[in-house]
């Protein structure tokens, strides 16, 4: 009898760890959808474009962000470890899923583009990773009223690196703009350059 108890209570027993483990994923789950914030991978330290990234490169952040940005999730961080960046990746930066994969830099159909940029005619606090659109100058701006310019040189365009700014104010910006745009910007006398999507966790 002591023999057919025993092998009555070990289901049950199984079932309650089970029942456990279920509550506190489901009770982890609905605290991130109450608090509105979520744990993602975010680089802890400086990552070349190729480098395999490994798990101390990587670190986990609480962010409360639009699912559409692809943001990955530390659950996946096993997705992530052992394979390339596929860009210059600066500590801070959220990871998003495009972020990791083929080495090859630029990606195919885009081009790294460098250019002198005077003070005020970028955000003060641009950092790499950040999202921007560029336009024409002020100058060149008000030259073109007339044509009604209406689109920006380089839509979604995404920062690579910030140079300390010289003596006259003036910071080298390199962007990966498509390679269509890339002449454009390239050859434009002066830019803009207005932030649309920050590096949230490198600006607290």
Do not use: C
């Not at 002198?116 to 003060?124: I, N, V």
């Not at 009223?145 to 390199?174: E, H, N, Q, R, W």
């Amino acid at each position: 009898m002591r023999r057919l108890a025993s092998r009555v209570r070990v289901p049950y027993a199984v079932a309650s760890v089970a029942l456990v483990v279920t509550g506190a994923v489901a009770f982890t789950i609905a605290s991130w959808q109450i608090s509105g914030r979520a744990p993602v991978l975010a680089v802890a330290q400086p990552i070349a474009a190729g480098q395999v990234i490994a798990e101390s490169d990587l670190r986990t952040v609480n962010v409360g962000a639009s699912a559409d940005l692809g943001l990955v999730a530390s659950i996946d961080e096993a997705k992530v470890v052992g394979h390339v960046a596929a860009m210059p990746l600066s500590p801070g930066t959220l990871l998003t899923a495009h972020m990791v994969g083929t080495s090859d830099f630029p990606p195919a159909g885009q081009s790294v583009v460098g250019v002198a940029l005077k003070a005020g005619t970028f955000p003060p606090r641009l950092g790499v990773g950040d999202h921007v659109n560029v336009w024409p100058g002020p100058n060149e701006a008000a030259v073109s009223t007339a044509s009604a310019v209406a689109a920006p040189l380089a839509a979604g365009a995404v920062v690579t690196s910030v140079g300390a700014a010289d003596s006259l104010g003036t910071s080298v910006v390199t962007m990966l703009v498509d390679a269509q745009s890339a002449p454009k910007v390239s050859q434009a006398p002066s830019l803009s350059v207005i932030e649309v999507a920050p590096n949230a966790a490198g600006k607290p």
